[in-house]
């Protein structure tokens, strides 16, 4: 028998039929791995991590107003100088909570709790310095109400050190130069006209200057 015939009657390879099927059931196994939960751990492990909701940017949460302590007008749960509110991100946000927990939020769950600075007060109540410096500043009484007897003595003998120590009390009392004795601050309306002090430290950033 020749090579040719030989050729002819044993098969070179697949027929046409079955190169089809292997194809067709490559394909079928490639769709059921990737959409399969293999295919989903590929993806989650492929795909970004969420972020915390502490980091998002600004306009992607809102935080609530503190509640407020009608005595103190300082924020209800403040400790050491330091208060928290409930953060909200906004709805389709996907974070992890402050429990760890991944979330996608609709805008109504609590993300986080961002802290705030609170003050210390002691029951000293800013309206009543200013209102006993201006009417009995003379005999120091706005002295005696702060904590600071001895200049309150002071005053009250030398008549407010003839007006002039009076009218420079009540300056730096209106001004909230001058506190409470025991290092405190006043109890002013929260949503009130208080005044922040800036002070520079060691660590804050001062920008380089750049000379021409």
């Not at 070179?12 to 039929?17: R, V």
């Not at 749960?77 to 509110?85: G, K, R």
């Not at 506190?179 to 929260?190: A, E, H, N, V």
């Amino acid at each position: 028998m020749s090579v040719s015939k030989m050729a002819a009657v044993w098969p070179s390879g697949p027929s046409a039929p079955e190169a089809a099927t292997a194809r067709l059931l490559g394909v079928l196994w490639f769709v059921s791995v990737t959409t399969g939960p293999w295919g989903a751990v590929a993806t989650s492990a492929g795909g970004e991590e969420s972020p915390k909701c502490e980091d998002l940017k600004v306009g992607q949460y809102i935080c609530k107003d503190p509640k407020i302590n009608d005595a103190t007008q300082e924020p209800v749960n403040c400790t050491n100088y330091t208060a928290h509110v409930s953060c909200f991100p906004a709805p389709n946000i996907t974070c992890k909570d402050s429990s760890g927990n991944e979330t996608h939020f609709t805008g109504n769950e609590v993300g986080f709790f961002k802290p705030i600075s609170c003050r210390n007060v002691n029951g000293y109540s800013y309206k009543v310095a200013v209102a006993l410096s201006l009417f009995l500043g003379w005999l120091g009484a706005d002295r005696f109400y702060l904590g600071y007897p001895a200049l309150g003595l002071l005053k009250f003998c030398t008549v407010g050190f003839c007006g002039i120590g009076s009218l420079i009390d009540f300056i730096l009392i209106s001004m909230q130069i001058v506190g409470p004795s025991d290092g405190s601050s006043y109890i002013i309306d929260y949503y009130g006209t208080r005044l922040t002090r800036l002070s520079i430290t060691n660590e804050t950033y001062r920008k380089t200057q750049l000379y021409p």
